[in-house]
């Protein structure tokens, strides 16, 4: 907590880069939606033994959450794994892991499962929610300027509905 008790609005970002949430990196108001955010990209370092953002050897700037949307789109998703380990674990066990750091860290926080939501999946209780391209056309970077109108999202909200979109999947009997 930066300045923690000294005025009750947001006046300094402050952070690690590559955990911050689009949305607060655009407001600058914290949610829990955000915390889930950084929790999805501290999943997806361990699994994958990466920074969140680093060079890659061609000397571009490699978003983690991109990478590996990138690797999930192409039916890859076990390509981004971290490479030393080998093939010491269970695919199943990396496989949930990879997806449901995908889904803490969507660029949307309406799509982003609550905390709850989190250790319920794994517990065991549910699974990860199915991930759909159109989840994922947005980079992390590019949405931490922009405003969320996707109609899906909203309409949603607007319709009454108080939880998110990622609750809707898990109290869908699975």
Request: charged share 20%.
């Amino acid at each position: 907590m930066y300045d923690h008790g000294t005025d009750p609005h947001t006046t300094h970002l402050v952070g690690t880069l590559g955990y911050l949430a689009p949305e607060f990196a655009r407001t600058g108001k914290g949610t829990t939606a955000t915390d889930t955010f950084a929790f999805g990209v501290f999943l997806l370092e361990v699994a994958c033994g990466k920074r969140p953002i680093s060079q890659h050897q061609s000397g571009e700037e490699l978003i983690l959450v991109d990478w590996v949307s990138e690797c999930w789109k192409r039916a890859e998703i076990l390509e981004a794994k971290d490479p030393k380990l080998g093939s010491d674990y269970a695919i199943e066990e990396m496989e949930l892991v990879l997806k449901l750091g995908l889904v803490c860290s969507h660029p949307k926080p309406v799509a982003r499962p609550t905390m709850r939501q989190v250790v319920q999946i794994l517990d065991g209780d549910y699974s990860v929610p199915e991930l759909s391209l159109q989840c994922f056309d947005i980079s992390v970077l590019p949405a931490m300027q922009m405003e969320y109108t996707d109609d899906i999202f909203m309409s949603y909200r607007t319709s009454g509905h108080s939880s998110s979109v990622t609750e809707s999947f898990l109290s869908g009997g699975r």
